[in-house]
Protein backbone atom coordinates (compact mmCIF):
# COMPACT_ATOMS: atom_id res chain seq x y z
CA UNK A 1 0.00 0.00 0.00
CA UNK A 2 1.14 3.40 -0.52
CA UNK A 3 0.36 6.57 1.30
CA UNK A 4 -0.84 8.62 -2.19
CA UNK A 5 -3.86 6.69 -2.99
CA UNK A 6 -7.23 6.86 -0.88
CA UNK A 7 -8.34 4.05 1.10
CA UNK A 8 -11.61 2.72 2.16
CA UNK A 9 -12.15 2.17 5.75
CA UNK A 10 -15.39 0.38 6.69
CA UNK A 11 -16.67 1.42 9.86
CA UNK A 12 -18.33 -0.24 12.65
CA UNK A 13 -22.55 0.53 13.27
CA UNK A 14 -23.09 4.35 13.21
CA UNK A 15 -19.27 4.70 14.04
CA UNK A 16 -18.32 6.73 11.37
CA UNK A 17 -17.67 9.85 12.86
CA UNK A 18 -15.32 8.13 15.50
CA UNK A 19 -13.44 6.68 13.11
CA UNK A 20 -12.97 9.99 11.12
CA UNK A 21 -12.33 11.90 14.06
CA UNK A 22 -9.46 9.08 15.37
CA UNK A 23 -8.12 9.01 12.36
CA UNK A 24 -7.93 12.75 12.28
CA UNK A 25 -6.09 12.86 15.39
CA UNK A 26 -3.57 10.53 14.55
CA UNK A 27 -2.37 12.35 11.78
CA UNK A 28 -4.21 10.27 9.01
CA UNK A 29 -5.86 12.54 6.22
CA UNK A 30 -9.63 11.29 6.44
CA UNK A 31 -12.93 12.41 4.77
CA UNK A 32 -16.42 11.69 5.47
CA UNK A 33 -18.28 13.10 3.27
CA UNK A 34 -21.97 14.45 5.24
CA UNK A 35 -24.92 14.84 3.44
CA UNK A 36 -28.42 16.74 4.25
CA UNK A 37 -30.81 14.72 3.22
CA UNK A 38 -34.47 16.53 1.94
CA UNK A 39 -36.99 15.52 2.57
CA UNK A 40 -35.28 14.88 6.06
CA UNK A 41 -36.21 11.38 6.74
CA UNK A 42 -38.93 10.32 8.98
CA UNK A 43 -36.11 8.87 11.48
CA UNK A 44 -33.17 9.51 12.48
CA UNK A 45 -31.11 13.14 11.77
CA UNK A 46 -31.34 15.09 8.14
CA UNK A 47 -27.04 15.27 8.21
CA UNK A 48 -25.49 12.05 8.12
CA UNK A 49 -22.48 10.53 6.43
CA UNK A 50 -23.51 10.12 2.58
CA UNK A 51 -21.77 6.25 2.83
CA UNK A 52 -22.92 4.81 5.65
CA UNK A 53 -20.35 2.64 7.45
CA UNK A 54 -17.59 4.31 5.20
CA UNK A 55 -14.57 6.79 5.75
CA UNK A 56 -11.97 7.38 2.98
CA UNK A 57 -8.49 8.12 4.21
CA UNK A 58 -5.02 8.57 2.92
CA UNK A 59 -2.33 6.78 5.45
CA UNK A 60 1.44 6.67 4.77
CA UNK A 61 3.08 3.17 4.55
CA UNK A 62 3.89 3.87 8.39
CA UNK A 63 0.34 4.53 9.36
CA UNK A 64 -1.12 1.43 7.72
CA UNK A 65 -1.24 -0.87 10.93
CA UNK A 66 -2.72 1.55 12.80
CA UNK A 67 -5.70 2.70 10.34
CA UNK A 68 -6.76 -0.66 9.86
CA UNK A 69 -7.16 -1.64 13.61
CA UNK A 70 -8.35 2.09 14.56
CA UNK A 71 -11.17 2.16 17.14
CA UNK A 72 -14.45 1.70 15.73
CA UNK A 73 -12.93 0.55 12.17
CA UNK A 74 -13.53 -2.99 10.66
CA UNK A 75 -10.42 -2.42 8.16
CA UNK A 76 -10.18 -1.90 5.02
CA UNK A 77 -12.38 -2.37 2.17
CA UNK A 78 -10.19 -4.84 0.02
CA UNK A 79 -11.66 -6.20 -3.78
CA UNK A 80 -9.66 -8.96 -5.04
CA UNK A 81 -5.92 -9.07 -3.28
CA UNK A 82 -5.57 -5.75 -1.81
CA UNK A 83 -7.76 -2.99 -0.57
CA UNK A 84 -9.77 -0.93 -2.37
CA UNK A 85 -8.01 2.31 -3.85
CA UNK A 86 -10.01 5.22 -4.66
CA UNK A 87 -9.06 7.91 -7.19
CA UNK A 88 -8.06 11.41 -6.15
CA UNK A 89 -11.06 12.38 -8.51
CA UNK A 90 -13.53 11.58 -6.63
CA UNK A 91 -12.68 12.99 -3.20
CA UNK A 92 -12.22 16.38 -5.58
CA UNK A 93 -15.69 15.80 -6.56
CA UNK A 94 -17.46 15.24 -3.61
CA UNK A 95 -14.81 18.01 -1.79
CA UNK A 96 -16.24 20.29 -4.38
CA UNK A 97 -19.89 19.99 -3.93
CA UNK A 98 -19.58 20.39 -0.01
CA UNK A 99 -21.10 23.89 1.56
CA UNK A 100 -19.39 25.97 3.83
CA UNK A 101 -20.95 24.07 6.94
CA UNK A 102 -19.34 21.28 5.44
CA UNK A 103 -22.24 19.19 4.31
CA UNK A 104 -23.42 18.08 1.03
CA UNK A 105 -26.75 19.20 0.13
CA UNK A 106 -28.80 16.47 -1.94
CA UNK A 107 -31.64 19.01 -3.56
CA UNK A 108 -31.07 22.44 -1.58
CA UNK A 109 -32.69 24.29 -4.58
CA UNK A 110 -36.03 22.69 -4.42
CA UNK A 111 -38.03 25.98 -5.05
CA UNK A 112 -40.37 25.65 -8.32
CA UNK A 113 -39.61 21.79 -8.55
CA UNK A 114 -42.50 19.37 -9.43
CA UNK A 115 -42.94 16.98 -6.40
CA UNK A 116 -45.23 13.52 -6.08
CA UNK A 117 -47.17 14.00 -2.75
CA UNK A 118 -46.70 10.36 -1.21
CA UNK A 119 -48.78 10.46 2.29
CA UNK A 120 -51.26 11.89 3.70
CA UNK A 121 -54.67 12.47 2.43
CA UNK A 122 -53.61 14.24 -1.33
CA UNK A 123 -51.10 11.40 -1.57
CA UNK A 124 -50.59 10.52 -5.06
CA UNK A 125 -51.53 14.05 -6.59
CA UNK A 126 -48.56 16.27 -8.15
CA UNK A 127 -47.91 19.49 -6.87
CA UNK A 128 -45.25 22.50 -7.18
CA UNK A 129 -43.06 23.19 -4.60
CA UNK A 130 -43.55 26.85 -3.90
CA UNK A 131 -41.22 27.26 -0.55
CA UNK A 132 -39.69 25.44 2.67
CA UNK A 133 -40.55 26.12 5.82
CA UNK A 134 -37.58 24.71 7.62
CA UNK A 135 -38.12 25.77 11.22
CA UNK A 136 -41.46 23.42 11.16
CA UNK A 137 -40.08 20.69 8.61
CA UNK A 138 -43.06 21.45 6.50
CA UNK A 139 -43.12 23.03 2.72
CA UNK A 140 -45.95 24.76 0.66
CA UNK A 141 -46.89 23.71 -2.80
CA UNK A 142 -49.18 24.54 -5.29
CA UNK A 143 -51.82 22.05 -6.39
CA UNK A 144 -54.28 22.06 -8.95
CA UNK A 145 -57.28 21.32 -6.53
CA UNK A 146 -61.16 21.89 -8.26
CA UNK A 147 -59.82 23.30 -11.47
CA UNK A 148 -57.57 26.46 -9.44
CA UNK A 149 -54.04 26.33 -8.18
CA UNK A 150 -54.66 25.85 -4.05
CA UNK A 151 -51.38 26.42 -1.62
CA UNK A 152 -51.16 23.46 1.21
CA UNK A 153 -48.75 23.17 3.80
CA UNK A 154 -47.46 19.77 4.82
CA UNK A 155 -44.22 17.90 6.05
CA UNK A 156 -41.86 17.66 4.08
CA UNK A 157 -41.59 13.94 4.15
CA UNK A 158 -44.68 13.36 2.93
CA UNK A 159 -43.46 14.44 -0.94
CA UNK A 160 -40.56 13.34 -3.22
CA UNK A 161 -38.73 15.15 -5.96
CA UNK A 162 -39.81 13.44 -9.19
Not at 59 to 85: K, L
Not at 88 to 93: D, K, L, N, P, T
Not at 95 to 116: L, M
Amino acid sequence: MSGVSWFVIQSKRHRERLVHAVLSQEGVPAYLPLLRHWPAPAVGAAVGPMFPGYVFCRPAPEQVYRVASCHGSRGFVNFGNGPAVLDEGVIAYLRARTSPDGVIDVDPAVEGKEVTIVDGPLRGLAAVVERRLPARDRILVLLELLQRPTRVELPDRWVRVN
